[in-house]
């Protein structure tokens, strides 16, 4: 018997006809890798989800009974799916530091209302309005704007009036709410005539202590996530978030994913802060002059990188809309030098089009130099580490699914036909035929420069073990175009 069966055993005697089935040649084309992403956030006491524990959201109602409505890690959730309601979105919650403080704003009104009108406040980029009737006095207008402030249920502060001073304040104790945006008349609207309005310029501030993230990166065990939303930006966080993503990068956990993070500031405070990072699997986005709360827009970048990623991984995501996202207003926007600069910090840019849809200008990681100090561009666009995982996932697959029980033997040998052996030409060809599918898809180019220095060989110290070396020449993304018109007259 020459042909290799896996349950047909060969001593039978008994007369019938017995029929096995072999599946590994079933499948052809390249691997279906599932994405899955994981919001990662705070909630409130009264989300019915207890911290710590990973739930599939499916809706933005859910996430607002799971984590409480306003908090952190519902609108997160809702802001995620606006933009990417096809991939799996899992949600895993941690509750404030009780040593935290919750961060705080006001909002300073004046004088009588001469007319009645409405009162437009955003607070983190929703609207919350308020009632004026002529003749109001500031105290009674700021105990009804504080009133209509706390009756939005989605808003990331309560409030609290005193006289016709409005104290607002986060749901949440920590470092994120600061910076949160609190602003007047965003779409030209106008408060009543004869009251004066003073919002505090650098919105909510005086937040302190995020939560600690060590537990909540011990609960995510060995589940494969290919992006994750992250909302703090601290150092301790951001530390502890890049060595768990480099340890699941590596080859004996092989379960890369992502971060995305988003940081307002100054533009020297946001350059400072993508100076102090050097990760391939983290991208912060600044927020400069976006109503909406950092974290919406860390969510609103990753569901373009889960959505668009899936489909091609190494197709750019410049010019793609992040939903939901409200633009700066002209005075708040960077020039193309500041983004450029930015850029070159390891922090990933978005722009304004002419309609005012807010778009990804180029998302990037932090990763800027190698770990001998040298400038090293190799990881600078998340294109190419969303490729090089699926690159890994598709191969690794492949060759569990063809090859389940096989030998290994060496090459030149005369085994029958269909038995279930493996040697070091055959694993070479199907690396090469691997590169093709890959070219096919336009991931790689130059594959007969890859067959060329692909090596597949028994390993010299275990002979059960083959080695491959897969030399891959990844396809570039087309983001600067350089033209130069040599006129004639």
């Known amino acids: 018997m020459t ?4 349950s047909v055993p060969r001593n039978l005697r008994v007369p019938f006809v017995y029929a096995e089935f072999d599946n590994t040649n079933a499948v052809s084309g390249a691997a279906q890798m599932p994405y899955r992403t994981l919001a990662c956030g705070q909630k409130l006491t009264e989300g019915t989800q207890p911290a710590l524990q990973p739930v599939r959201v499916t809706s933005a109602a859910q996430a607002r009974t799971l984590f409480g409505a306003g908090s952190m890690l ?21 509750d404030d530091n009780e040593a935290g403080q919750a961060a705080t704003g006001s909002v300073t009104i004046t004088g009588a209302a ?39 249920a989605d808003c990331p502060c309560t409030a609290s009036a005193a006289g016709g001073v409005v104290t607002l304040a986060a749901r949440h104790k920590g470092l994120a709410c600061n910076g949160l945006d609190v602003r007047l008349n965003y779409y030209g609207e106008s408060a009543p005539a004869g009251l004066s309005v003073a919002v505090a310029p650098t919105g909510l501030s005086g937040g302190t202590a995020n939560p600690d993230v060590a537990p909540l990166i011990a609960a995510l065990g060995d589940e494969h996530y290919n992006i994750v939303v992250w909302p703090w930006t601290d150092a301790a966080s951001l530390r502890a978030l890049e060595q768990e993503l480099l340890d699941r990068w590596g080859p004996l956990r092989m379960i890369e994913g992502v971060a995305i993070a988003a940081a307002t500031g100054t533009h020297g405070e946001l350059g400072t802060l993508g100076d102090s990072r050097n990760s391939q699997h983290l991208c912060i986005a600044h927020a ?5 709360p950092v974290w919406e827009v860390a969510a609103a970048f990753a569901a373009v990188a889960a959505y668009y990623g899936n489909i091609d991984p190494a197709r750019p995501f410049q010019t793609l809309p992040l939903t939901g996202i409200l633009p700066p207003v002209e005075s708040d926007r960077f020039t193309l030098q500041e983004n450029n600069l930015l850029l070159y910090d390891g922090i990933s840019t978005l722009y304004v089009d002419a309609g005012g849809t807010v778009r990804v200008q180029r998302l990037i990681t932090t990763y800027k130099t190698s770990p001998n100090g040298a400038e090293d561009p190799s990881y600078l666009d998340l294109n190419t580490i969303l490729t090089l995982g699926y690159l890994r996932y598709d191969f690794r697959t492949y060759i569990l699914r063809k090859y389940p029980r096989h030998k290994l033997a060496d090459d030149g ?73 040599q006129f004639i007259l």
């Open 74 to 94: 519902a609108q997160i959730c809702a802001a995620y799916l606006a933009g990417d309601a096809i991939t799996e979105l899992w949600a895993m919650a941690v």
């Open 288 to 292: 400069h002059g976006v109503p909406n």
């Open 413 to 485: 040998n005369n085994f029958g036909v269909g038995q279930p052996i493996i040697t070091p030409v055959v694993g070479k060809a199907e690396a090469v035929a691997r590169a093709r599918v890959w070219e096919e898809l336009g991931l790689v180019e130059n594959v007969d420069d890859f067959a060329a220095n692909v090596v597949c060989e028994r390993n010299a110290s275990d002979r059960n073990r083959l080695d491959w070396l897969l030399p891959p020449d990844l396809v570039n993304q087309f983001v600067v175009g350089g033209v130069k018109i």
């Open 114 to 152: 001469s007319e009645g009108g409405t009162l437009v406040l955003y607070v983190g980029g929703h609207a919350v309005s308020c009632g004026v009737a002529a003749g109001q006095q500031a105290a009674a207008v700021g105990t009804a704007l504080a009133a209509a402030v706390n009756a939005v």
């Open 3 to 6: 042909i290799g069966f896996d």
